[in-house]
Every structure is written in structure tokens, then in C-alpha cells.
């Protein structure tokens, strides 16, 4: 095979992953991932079941290519937040406090207002945990997620001049934890997941504590 036919197919497969990533966001959203016939997805971006198994092995297969994607964007959004908030800069130890309100009030209200994806995510979990071989991949896209958060971390702190007190990982996996507990409530509960309190007061001090005393003068 040449370069040019095979560069059409290249573009061709890679045009029918992203159909195919695109349809199962869609009617995953509507019926869950357990609900979800192959035979939906597949009509839904007009293509036959070969198609689909061409490109995934299984529906769990396919979610795990739209998580991954679905949290690299979410990634790139709590960077322009964060990126927005500290363009002000932080010259005491209350206007720290107060950029991390706006970036954890700003992240609950723009990132996990969606109970319909974290019910989709919660439903893959506990079907990867059932499943050894689909429990690596999804702990390895977890860890990849949490490296992602941490270098996001790393980047605003050296912005600051400040550094973590504590292991990062352990940081961000203590953080992440305070919005998913919030989600979990809002699912139960039927509530709002942005909890004012939650982000105004608990998380700046959470944030706080994680931080290295005299990095900032005191106000």
C-alpha cells in the first residue's frame, strides 16, 4: 500500500471512530451504557456492527474512549478558569482565599453540573471493578486523569510561589473527592451539585492546608 491509500484510510478510520465516539455520547446519555444496544450506536452514526468492531471490542471499550475524551476537555476548561482567576494575581494570604473560592465555585458550576454524566461515569465504574481486564484500563485512564489535575496543580502553585506540603497525587485525589461526594449527594437528593458552602468555605480550606506555611505573606 502507498502513503496516499494509506493515509485515506487512516483518515477514514479515524473519521469513524470519531462518528462512532460522537453517537455513543449521545444515546449513552439517553438509555445508560447497560441499556444501550450496539445495534443503537451503530444507527445512530450509520454504521454497521463490523464498523463498530473494527474500532472497539465492546460498548465499555467505546465509554472508555468518551470519558477519556469527555476529561480532557474538562481538563482544558478548569485550566481557562484557573488561568482567569489568577491573571489578578495574589498578594496576601485572603486574596488566596479568595481565588480559590472562584476557581472551586467557577469549576462546580461549569464542570459537574452534569448528574447525568457522573451517573454514567459511577455505572462504568462499577461494572470496571466486576471486570479485571476493563478495571486496568479504567484505573490506568484514572491515573492519567489525576497526573492531568496534578501538573494543572503544580502550574497554578508555581504561579503563586507557592508548593504542596503533601504528596500531589494524594492532594488531588483528596480535592476531586469533595465534588464527587457533592455529586453523590445531588444525585440522591435531587439538590443542586454547586453547594455554596461546600466550595466557599470547606474546599479554600482544604486547599490551605495542603499548602507550605510562610509561601505568602500574611495579610
Known amino acids: ?6 493515509q485515506r ?3 477514514r478510520r479515524a473519521q469513524t471512530r470519531r462518528r462512532l465516539i460522537d453517537a455513543a455520547r449521545e444515546v449513552f446519555s439517553e438509555h445508560s451504557i447497560r441499556d444501550t444496544p450496539v445495534e443503537l ?9 463490523g464498523a463498530f468492531y473494527s474500532n472497539f471490542d ?21 485550566r481557562t478558569i484557573v488561568n482567569d482567576v489568577l491573571v489578578e ?3 496576601d494570604r485572603e486574596s488566596l482565599h479568595d481565588a480559590i473560592v472562584k476557581v472551586g465555585t467557577a469549576c462546580a458550576e461549569s464542570l459537574i453540573a452534569d448528574h447525568n454524566w457522573y451517573m454514567l461515569v459511577t455505572e462504568f465504574r462499577a461494572h470496571a471493578l466486576r471486570d479485571p481486564q ?3 484500563r479504567a484505573g490506568e485512564s484514572l491515573e492519567h486523569l489525576t497526573d492531568s489535575i496534578a501538573e494543572l496543580l503544580h502550574e497554578a502553585l508555581d504561579r503563586l510561589n507557592l508548593r504542596l506540603a503533601v504528596d500531589t497525587r494524594d ?6 473527592s469533595v465534588y464527587e461526594a457533592q455529586l ?9 451539585s454547586s453547594s455554596k458552602p461546600l466550595f466557599t468555605q470547606i474546599f479554600p480550606r482544604m486547599v490551605q492546608s495542603f499548602i507550605e506555611p510562610g509561601d505568602l505573606p500574611e495579610s
Not at 500500500?1 to 494509506?6: A, H, K
Open 89 to 91: 494575581g495574589v498578594a
Open 58 to 78: 465492546t460498548k465499555e471499550d467505546l465509554f472508555l474512549a468518551v470519558y477519556e475524551e469527555e476529561m480532557s476537555l474538562r481538563i482544558q476548561k478548569t
Open 171 to 176: 492532594a488531588v485525589r483528596a480535592l476531586t
Open 184 to 192: 453523590e449527594h445531588a444525585a440522591f437528593t435531587g439538590t443542586s
Open 134 to 136: 476493563l478495571r486496568k
Open 41 to 49: 450506536i451503530c444507527e445512530t452514526a450509520g454504521f454497521s456492527r
Open 9 to 11: 484510510e487512516t483518515r
Open 1 to 6: 500500500m502507498t502513503d496516499q491509500p494509506r
